[in-house]
């Protein structure tokens, strides 16, 4: 299998990403015109439960084969690379079962208890048998990952999302006239099913990878009962830390529908009504923020390997290296995003959703929201450090403050209350693990990074505003003032940042003071 280099693989996983939010972005916009606002709503109520069955089921074991995996590399240990992929197989596969018939057959008494909208129920049931798919497919992608191959997590990502679309465009539409509950099982569904296409593509290009040494297949490994002991003891010392913040995480999501909607009837908002309002916060504008994160995600992915094998060799100086270039990428993909989302949340949303109204929480959590571009590359940092554990108090800290924002917030400001928590949380996490970092390796930045973005974005900010009143003034129609104004700032932005150098990679020796 060969082996990709950190710069190779984040090209190649950010390519894909750059596909996959597209596509994943065209189904959200199939959604909202089939579902509408209230339909939508229902998927976000229902799917909160899936992360948490999730987080059970890996128990962590994917960011752990990642970290593992990489070091049994950097060693040679092939030996160790089969138990680590065997142990966590037969681990997840047991688990995947067993909690999928437990979520199946308890489904009444489950939903009956999370769900702030029982019409969710059929859509709850309908994304169930998603765990252990989801399962394997993480663990192979783990594994992958450790080998610091990247091919198969592209590709498998653009089928599942390629396989969802067409089946949401033949079954929602079949079930739409059904009511609008089937409609919404039908798409979680459709997720299933793609879900299941990532996974026959991930397993094949395993074997295929393992092809021409069927000794060396993982899946073929047999070890004695102490070395297997011990891996399932490396494997959750990484593990149990990411299932404790995975957990908590995912039984926040999980009640945080109840917990808006709750919060939203308090301020004085009907039940349906919160539901629509809490489909336009959650699947309208944060997919419009969660958007252009792919440059930062695909870094973390491969940020996770690269620094834990810069570790195993103790080269402090390749893991500055890696996260200088993972900081710079978070600022100067990050900052134009934030401003764009800002300036025209109400024409993106009205063109895009033809739901206006969700603007102006767009506007609201964007500010906030350029943090998330800094916060994967620093957790995915003291992962690749092995600091899991830092990771999962770092989460409930943020979730403990997060909930009672938006408690508090929504029950006396309503919707607008609940998107300006939840974009506290992200900056709080984003702070929490900045200074983790700092406090582990220091944190070297060549702040005159900030100056020629910050030249750039003024001059993209003169530019676009100036073309999109030029165009109002044209009457061209509103779809053509909004892109035509987005292509000219994003057109500036990027030749200033080529002007002042600003897309150069840093000093290869840091000379900056570090933050500590």
């Known amino acids: 299998m060969n082996k990709q280099s950190f ?44 992360p948490l069955f999730i987080t059970l089921t890996e128990l962590g074991l994917p960011v752990a084969i990642s970290k593992l995996v990489s070091e049994a590399e950097a060693k040679g240990d092939e030996a160790r690379v089969k138990r680590i992929l065997a ?41 169930t048998p998603i765990i252990p798919i989801v399962a394997v497919s993480a663990v192979l992608k783990g594994y992958f990952r450790g080998r610091q191959n990247m ?15 067409i089946v949401i465009l033949g079954v929602v539409n079949i079930l739409l006239p059904h009511g609008i509950a089937y409609a919404a099982a039908g798409a979680m569904a459709a997720a299933v099913i793609g879900e299941g296409f990532g996974l026959l593509y991930l397993f094949s290009m395993f074997k295929w990878a393992n092809r021409r040494n069927p000794k060396a297949n993982p899946l073929l490994a047999a070890d004695a009962s102490p ?54 916060l959650a699947g309208y504008a944060l997919q419009l923020l969660f958007l252009p994160s792919f440059f ?30 993972a900081l710079r990428v978070a600022l100067i993909a990050g900052l134009p995003c ?38 994967a590359p620093l957790q995915a940092i003291l992962l690749g ?7 999962m108090w770092n989460y409930i800290m943020t979730n403990i403050f997060e909930v009672s924002m938006i408690f508090v917030l929504g ?19 984003t702070f929490l693990n900045f200074f983790s970092v700092a406090g582990t390796i220091g944190i070297y930045f060549d702040f005159r990074i900030m100056f020629k973005v910050g030249i750039g974005i003024i001059v993209m900010m003169i530019c676009g505003l100036g073309t999109h009143s030029f165009l109002v003034r044209m009457h061209v129609g509103q779809t053509i003032e909004l892109f035509g104004a987005l292509l000219i700032s994003l057109l500036t932005y990027a030749a200033t940042l080529q002007l002042t150098r600003a897309l150069r990679s840093g000093p290869k020796t840091p000379t900056i003071t570090p933050i500590s």
Request: aromatic share 10%; proline share 3%.
């Open 411 to 429: 029950s006396n400001f309503g919707v607008k209350g609940v998107a300006l928590g939840f974009g506290l949380g992200i900056v709080l996490l």
């Open 227 to 280: 070395q297997r002991d011990r891996t399932l003891r490396d494997l959750l010392h990484i593990g149990l830390p990411m299932t404790g913040s995975g957990l908590i995480h995912s039984l926040y999501h999980a009640f945080l529908p109840l917990l808006i909607t709750k919060s939203l009837v308090l301020f004085g908002v009907g039940v349906e009504m919160a539901t629509k309002q809490f489909g336009l």
């Open 87 to 127: 142990v966590s197989l037969s681990v997840t596969v047991t688990l995947s079962i067993v909690l999928t018939s437990v979520a199946l057959f308890g489904s009444k008494w489950i939903g009956s208890i999370i769900l702030a909208d029982q019409r969710a129920y059929y859509a709850m049931v309908a994304i």
């Open 151 to 165: 091919n198969p997590l592209a590709i498998s990502d653009i089928i599942e999302n390629l396989a969802q679309i």
């Open 338 to 375: 934030t401003i764009i989302l800002y300036l025209w949340a109400e024409p993106l949303t009205s063109i895009i959703y033809h739901a206006p109204e969700a603007g102006a929480l767009l506007k609201i959590v964007a500010p906030l929201f350029f943090f998330f571009y800094f916060e």
């Open 296 to 325: 930062t995600q695909s870094l973390s992915t491969a940020l996770i390997p690269a620094i834990s094998e810069a570790s195993v060799d103790n080269n402090s100086q390749l893991m500055h290296k890696h996260m200088d270039l």
């Open 385 to 391: 450090l092995g600091k899991a554990s830092t990771v």
């Open 7 to 50: 710069m190779r693989g984040t090209f190649i996983l950010t390519v894909s990403s750059f596909f996959t939010k597209g596509l994943g972005f065209v189904n959200g916009i199939l959604l909202a015109r089939f579902l509408g606002a209230e339909g939508v709503g229902l998927l976000m109520i229902a799917h909160p439960l899936l």
